[in-house]
């Protein structure tokens, strides 16, 4: 379970983050919504530790995080995919995918199978440079490295951004199994709609930044959560 409570946070002397209280349970997709420039990817930052945040507290499985840089916290077990990908595009995918290894002991060195099951295309390109695959290929190879990790905690900022449809597909299915293993927790950052819609079990709704709106899909409504990621 992460726990955030009253986060806050700054660009120099701008406030970004106004006080944001949420949580995300494991087994569970919690989408982060709202229109352009309400601090989605801000908070993301905040909890991945790439942007420290001002205030607030962090609490992941009752450990209260403090404010710890973003490679302390991968070895807390926070894994982040950022907006763009961000693939070493010099390194090979297994070279990539081996840089997940930093945050193992060594008896857990290897590439497990299961991510080649659940992204095949990056089997076939195991020699292939980072940088020589496409936008969605890439994005594939951002989400194998993350889950390299073995995180509890998944953030996924905008990973449907510039992709086409049949990847697009592929990650919303990699994403309902991972909810179903029932061993992390999913922070998905979406703007494409129903992709967010269809896969969410919580929803947690900014607008300058603060939480304007945050419940189960049970408790709100399509209708609600449209209405609330509206201009």
């Known amino acids: ?16 983050l106004n006080g944001i209280s949420m949580e995300a349970a494991v087994g569970e997709v919690t989408c982060v919504m709202g229109t352009n ?3 989605k990817t801000s908070l993301i930052k905040a909890i991945s530790g790439t942007h420290p945040r001002s205030g607030g507290s962090i609490v992941l499985d009752t450990e209260d995080l403090g404010v710890l840089p973003a490679h302390a916290l991968a ?10 990908r961000e693939v070493f595009p010099l390194l090979t995918v297994r070279e990539n995918l081996e840089t997940g290894f930093v945050c193992l002991p060594t008896s857990e060195h290897v590439v497990p199978e299961e991510i080649f099951e659940l992204f095949p295309v990056l089997k076939q390109m195991q020699d292939r ?3 020589d695959l496409s936008g969605g290929q890439q994005q594939q190879l951002a989400i194998a490295r993350a889950l390299i990790t073995k995180p509890r905690l998944l953030l996924l900022d905008e990973p449907t951004e510039g992709i086409q449809p049949n990847i697009i597909q592929q990650i919303g299915d990699v994403i309902r199994h991972l ?3 029932g061993n992390m927790a999913i922070v998905l950052v979406e ?4 992709f967010a819609y269809d ?33």
């Open 199 to 231: 896969l969410a079990d919580r929803f947690v709704i900014l607008r300058r930044g603060e939480v304007m709106m945050q419940g189960t899909k049970a408790v709100l409504t399509k209708k609600d959560v449209l209405r609330g990621v509206s201009v």
């Open 37 to 39: 420039g309400v601090g």
């Open 179 to 181: 909810r179903t293993q």
């Open 1 to 16: 379970m992460l726990k955030i409570q009253d986060l806050t946070l700054h660009y120099g002397h701008s406030q970004i």
């Open 191 to 194: 703007q494409y709609f129903e």
């Open 129 to 131: 440079r980072g940088g």
């Open 75 to 84: 070895h807390k077990g926070i894994a982040y995919v950022p907006q763009g």
